[in-house]
């Protein structure tokens, strides 16, 4: 293994060990304590490898700058990773296990319990014949999403300030809190970490570039009926509970989320609740074209009509509110940031997938907020689970591409 990998594996070893579950039922800020002491944790190595200002802010996130080395203009550059785990699967006492140079065949993950990464049951996994991979010892996730995403920048950090010879602008990292809930990144202050565009590192197989995300809305459906004594009802009664069932029914079935794919959007009805006086359902609507969006919202506020109309004893309102919009536009207004990262893949000899992600990203809050943030592959797979592995040789290509980015943003 060569000295980069062994030194993106030992970070990954080492992070991974902490763990930073984040916590979806959790209200606080963030969502678990176990990302503060982390976040101090980086930051203290930060400072040893010759990041300046670097600080954790009130809400757990760390920033930390390496300044300019040239006096040629270049624009200031952000990067990414989020410090959390997601709670769907163990994240206590992980060990990342290597598998030196992957003969093609089959990974045994753990015994006991005959878990095993096969080339059929991992696809990607054909790409990586030579490649040192990485699990977890069974009984874990692994976490590589994204602690290899902060493993590849703190690696780069090192890099750069140990090498005067490349030449940079300035470049800011950001090492963020929960992530896998959801709801850390509308904490972080975009105005104040002032960068011309970012990229965040938390994407998946080499050559994965998201550059695109859902359209996002919540909906809301409430419905007020008439109740009496079922004995005397007719021609009176307006039963919440089937007209509730009656409107989800109605929308279409090749818009829901498991009839579609790839751009294709939906709408997923997730929660109902309620009885024979008031019911409420809950969903959410996805698309990545913005006018099908519209469109999907449209069409459910006519079939509520159409409802009214058939329940006219029964009141029907239907409310929507926005969650996030796809950050393909933003990314086109302000092309650099795209620009900078094809031109560092073409360089890497990287070939490249352009993918509208089927859910939101960190970078689609930040790029929405005026900061424009592409999301770049880090290497890992299977992640949220106990199959989840990863390929130092792709973390390793990640590193490559972020590091000519620095250096072909310098005009
Ligand atoms: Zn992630």
């Known amino acids: 293994m060569n000295n980069l990998q062994q030194k993106i594996f030992t970070r990954l070893s080492r992070y991974v060990a902490v763990d930073t579950t984040s916590d979806p039922n959790s209200t606080s800020v963030p969502t678990t304590d ?11 190595e930060m400072r040893k490898i010759g990041l300046v200002e670097v600080e954790v802010d009130e809400y757990g996130f760390v920033t930390g700058i390496i300044p300019a080395n040239t006096d040629h203009p270049a624009p200031t550059i952000g990067f990414f990773a989020h410090m959390d785990t997601v709670s769907d699967y163990n994240g206590h006492g992980i060990r990342a296990v290597l598998h030196e140079n992957y003969d093609g065949g089959t990974i045994v993950i753990n015994q006991e319990k005959n878990m095993v990464l096969t080339p059929e049951s991992a696809p990607s996994l054909k790409q990586c014949v030579g490649n040192n991979i990485v ?19 703190m690696t780069l950090a ?10 940079h602008g300035t470049l800011k990292f950001a090492f ?29 197989t080499l050559g994965d570039v998201d550059c ?20 005397s009802a007719k021609g009176f009664m307006a039963n919440p509970v089937r007209i509730a069932a009656d409107i989800i029914s109605a929308w279409p079935e090749d818009k829901l989320p498991e009839t579609t794919d790839g751009e ?36 459910l506020t006519a079939l509520v009509e159409e409802k009214r109309k058939k329940y006219p004893a029964a009141k029907i309102e239907v409310e929507y509110k926005e969650q996030y919009r796809n950050m393909r536009d933003i990314l086109r ?30 970078g689609s809050q930040l790029s929405l907020r005026g900061l424009p ?38 005009k």
């Open 264 to 299: 294709d959007g939906f709408i997923l009805f997730k929660d109902i609740t309620g009885g024979l006086e008031k019911a409420e359902v809950q969903g959410i609507v996805r698309e990545h074209n913005l006018e099908k969006f519209e469109q999907f919202k449209k069409t």
């Open 176 to 204: 963020t809190i929960d992530e896998e809930t959801g709801t850390g990144i509308s904490y972080f202050d975009v105005n104040r970490f002032k960068a011309d565009f970012a990229y965040t590192v938390d994407g998946a």
């Open 135 to 153: 699990t977890s010892d069974g009984n874990t996730l692994l976490g590589a999403d994204d602690k290899l995403g902060v493993s590849i920048l």
């Open 373 to 410: 943030t592409p999301n770049l592959f880090a290497g890992y797979e299977n992640p949220h689970g106990p199959y989840e592995w990863c390929s130092l040789d792709w973390a390793e290509k990640a590193f490559e591409v972020l590091k000519s980015i620095a250096q072909n943003a310098v």
């Open 333 to 362: 207004e302000k092309p650099q940031a795209m620009q900078l990262l094809e031109g560092a893949l073409k360089e890497n000899n990287i070939s490249y997938k352009l993918t509208q992600a089927r859910g939101g990203t960190d």
């Open 212 to 231: 695109g995300n859902f359209n996002a809305d919540s909906v809301t459906i409430r419905i007020t009926g008439k109740s009496c004594h079922p004995g």
């Open 34 to 44: 176990s990302q503060i002491s982390f976040a101090h944790q980086l930051a203290a």
């Open 158 to 167: 090192e890099y750069i300030s140990q090498h005067p010879e490349v030449k």
